[in-house]
């Protein structure tokens, strides 16, 4: 049981675009389509938002998207703003009813 | 509205064991799967437990495994953590979450504020 592997950090400035990648394997990430996206504020419960790859649950903001290619799986984050500084973990479905997260990556808004 | 509420967390002796407990509201409970999953102090999530919306499939992490139990109750809409054999390694906010899906593969939509469960002599 591998955590997923996430970057440590990213940043932008308000109004642009950032990408956070998530790297399984062919077990987990490229083989299920259970890829969930987490946002955690300090000192607060995650919320997800990201579920399925792609789904975005109701009342999450749609500058929020996911995508999966391969092994990978990614969340793109638009027009970012202020509130968006958190760090944010993936998860994935890994088969044997077992679950991963990735190490986190804390987004900075510059 | 839906909720989960942690609690049994604490300072606890190395050695020991501790039951926490999720008490659910607003929601069906019998319909989703529920997970564990906790943050160590300054780290990141990790997977903890899972049990399916009917109680009958069990999993946990290999860095808990035969440490912890996962139980549920569904007339006392409540889920539990049993972790035996704590040590330091144990001391984290363990969170309770709802799976969207009663199989448990779809990640946690609802979740607890968390108990702080901390391991120290």
């Known amino acids: 049981q591998s955590a997923l592997t996430q970057p440590p950090s990213a940043s932008g400035s308000p109004t642009q675009s950032v990408t956070i990648s998530c790297t399984g394997t062919?077990?987990?990430?490229?083989?299920?389509?259970?890829v969930s996206w987490y946002q955690q504020h300090p000192g607060k419960a995650p919320k997800l938002i990201i579920s399925?790859?792609?789904r975005r649950p109701s009342g999450v903001s749609d500058r929020f998207s996911g995508s999966k290619s391969g092994n990978t799986a990614s969340l793109t984050v638009s027009g970012l703003q202020a509130e968006d500084e958190a760090d944010y973990y993936c998860?994935?479905?890994?088969?044997?009813?077992?679950?991963?997260f990735g190490g986190g990556t804390k987004l900075t808004v510059l | 509205q839906e909720q989960l509420v942690e609690s049994g967390g604490g300072v606890v002796p190395p050695g020991t064991s501790l039951t926490l407990s999720c008490r659910a509201s607003?929601?069906?409970?019998?319909?989703?799967?529920l997970h564990w999953v906790r943050q160590a102090p300054g780290k990141g999530l990790e997977w903890v437990a899972l049990?399916?919306?009917?109680?009958?499939?069990?999993s946990s992490a290999d860095s808990v495994k035969g440490r912890v139990t996962i139980s549920r109750d569904n007339s006392r809409n409540t889920l539990y953590l049993q972790i035996n054999s704590l040590t330091t390694e144990d001391t984290a906010v363990y969170y309770c979450?709802?799976?969207?899906?009663?199989?448990?593969w779809g990640g946690g939509d609802c979740w607890g504020r968390g108990t702080l469960v901390t391991v120290s002599s």
């Open positions: 998860s994935s479905y890994a088969g044997n009813n077992i679950l991963l």
């Open positions: 062919s077990g987990d990430i490229g083989y299920y389509n259970y």
């Open positions: 399925d790859v792609t």
């Open positions: 607003g929601f069906t409970f019998s319909h989703f799967a």
């Open positions: 049990i399916s919306n009917d109680g009958r499939d069990k």
């Open positions: 979450a709802r799976d969207l899906y009663s199989y448990g």
